[in-house]
């Protein structure tokens, strides 16, 4: 909270998961932090993102086995309830009271700067040493002409459907459209994806192609590298495609991507530079152009996730209060929870270096038991076996992508992880064999395979020559010596 002289050490611009994890690092290390939200603390993750997206993709996998097992269809209200449920459970973490338990002063309101250490908080004047903006960003309208406001939704609206669309279109694939799409076909829904370029661009195309058909066979239409053109709706909405396609739906999804919550904050009073698309630029510290600002989350031009903008945030903070030069990492680790899911760290189409290291399910015994041998896990090796990334397909990727982000993080090498025992069988096993083969590739390179007949030769010689024996009273462990 503010001193009593009313000035503020830390003021927090946004109570989402950037917000949240900033201000109460910068309390917990003592400064004066108020954190200003303009609607409900919690942020995008909480209310419109990951929680309700997470919990329709597990009830919508639940509907499919229902659908097999049973003919029946999964009840939509039970599903909605079942995603408002979750979010209650969550969410106290991240109410003001538990921000004021961290001793976080939250005002609500719209925020923003008006000079050099000041701000305006609906009128009010706030004066602050230090700030970190963490306003988020939101759902980027493509301007499709024609279509009827009634029935298009966001990522923000979608849950407010009370009724399962019919036929639902959905423009964009990326991580939305591909999780919301695969979600809704699952629940019942006819789904058409239109997307610009391929889906999932930033993937490998080997991951994707194993996603797309995963799509395809839950009864996802993909239409890719197609632009819609104009929407007519005379009774349900026609969405006209350059193509000369004309796709009909009962409702559009607009999934084409975030702008960052930058307009209207005042940078322009406290010279916080943002780039062309309007996110704020920071450097590797999370310091903006001004010294005394800071930014984190979606507002940033960094990967729009959760565990980023918190870490982001929490590197933020530190380096605000404490005066410390701290670095984000360079790891960056990402899961669409598609099923299968596809689950990376630092590892981008077209961005490899170094050698690959692949084994393909249909040779991974846990996969083979669960008849789940579409994916595969590939590590990125560079010099001296050093593991630079990789990417995970299959069910559940996301949780084996854990040691390869730490791995990455920590520049472990493959012999690292090749010497750790891994419990059998487990899809953990997929990094641990594609370890192995790197190691044993690289023990099989010529100047290894001799060191190795060097040394069995001696120890041959030193068994022949009598020096060892396996005479009765040799202990185990005390080298056979006698
Ligand atoms: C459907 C969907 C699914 C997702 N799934 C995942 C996932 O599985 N895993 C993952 O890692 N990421 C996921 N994400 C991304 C993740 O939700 C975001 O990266 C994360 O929420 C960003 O947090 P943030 O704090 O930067 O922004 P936000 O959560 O957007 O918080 C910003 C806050 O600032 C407030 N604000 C804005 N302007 C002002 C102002 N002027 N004054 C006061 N307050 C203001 C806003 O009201 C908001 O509460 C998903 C996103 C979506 C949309
Ligand atoms: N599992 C996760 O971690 C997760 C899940 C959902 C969202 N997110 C985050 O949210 C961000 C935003 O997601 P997103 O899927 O909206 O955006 P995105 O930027 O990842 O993908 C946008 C997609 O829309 C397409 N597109 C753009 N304009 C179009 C147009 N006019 N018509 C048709 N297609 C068009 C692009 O080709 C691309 O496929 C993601 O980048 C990710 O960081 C993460």
């Not at 903006?133 to 459907?161: H, Y």
């Not at 916080?272 to 510290?285: E, L, N, Q």
């Not at 530190?318 to 984000?328: D, F, M, P, Q």
């Not at 960056?332 to 077209?350: H, K």
Request: proline letters at 5%.
């Amino acid at each position: 909270m503010a001193s009593s002289d009313g000035m503020i050490d830390f003021l927090v611009l946004g109570g989402g998961t950037a917000g949240i994890v900033g201000a109460k690092t910068a309390a917990g290390f003592g400064a004066s932090t108020v954190l200003v939200e303009q609607g409900r603390t919690g942020g995008d993750c909480l209310w419109t993102g990951c929680v309700p997206s997470k919990t329709l993709l597990s009830a919508a996998a639940q509907a499919k086995t229902l659908r097999e097992h049973t003919g029946r269809e999964a009840d939509f209200p039970a599903v909605r309830d079942r995603i408002a449920n979750t979010i209650r459970t969550i969410e106290p973490v991240d109410t003001p009271q538990a921000l004021e338990q961290a001793g976080v002063e939250v005002l609500s309101g719209r925020i923003t700067f008006t000079g050099a250490g000041t701000a305006a908080l609906d009128g009010r004047p706030l004066r602050f040493r230090q700030a970190l903006i963490a306003t988020g960003a939101q759902p980027a309208d493509p301007g499709v002409p024609g279509l009827d406001p009634a029935r298009t939704v966001t990522s923000e609206t979608i849950w407010d459907l009370t009724r399962l669309p019919a036929r639902l279109a959905i423009l964009g694939g990326g991580p939305i459209a591909c999780e919301l799409g695969q979600a809704f076909a699952r629940l019942g829904s006819e789904v058409t994806m239109i997307v610009r370029s391929r889906i999932l661009a930033k993937e490998i195309p080997e991951a994707v192609d194993i996603v797309r058909e995963s799509l395809t066979a839950d009864g996802v239409t993909i239409l890719e590298n197609s632009s819609v053109t104009h929407a007519t709706s005379p009774g349900d909405i026609q969405l006209q495609l350059a193509d000369g396609t004309v796709v009909g739906a009962s409702i559009v999804l607009l999934a084409t991507g975030r702008t960052p919550r930058t307009t209207a904050l005042g940078l322009e009073h406290v010279g916080v530079r943002v780039d062309g698309r309007g996110h704020v630029i920071t450097d590797a510290r999370m310091r903006t152009s001004n010294p005394l600002i800071w930014a984190a989350g979606d507002v940033t031009a960094h990967p729009q996730f959760t565990h980023l903008a918190g870490v982001h945030a929490s590197v933020a903070a530190a380096n605000a209060v404490l005066g410390l030069r701290r670095r984000i990492s360079t790891a960056v680790p990402r899961v669409t929870y598609t099923s299968p899911e596809i689950a990376t760290v630092n590892s981008t189409d077209g961005g490899e270096t170094g050698r690959s290291r692949t084994v393909w399910h249909s040779h991974l015994d846990r996969a083979v038991t669960e008849d789940r041998t579409e994916g595969f896990t590939r590590l990125l090796v560079g010099a001296g076996g050093r593991v630079t990334g990789g990417t995970i397909v299959g069910p559940r990727a996301g949780e084996s992508l854990a040691e390869l982000s730490l791995a990455v993080h920590k520049k472990l090498r493959t012999s690292d992880i090749a010497g750790a025992t891994h419990a059998y069988p487990t899809y953990s096993d997929g990094v641990w064999n594609a370890a192995v083969a790197d190691v044993r590739e690289r023990l099989a390179s010529p100047l290894t395979g001799t060191a190795i007949k060097v040394l069995a030769r001696i120890r041959r010689l030193a068994i022949d020559g009598g020096r060892i024996s396996s005479g009765p009273g040799t202990r185990p462990g005390s080298g056979g010596r006698r």
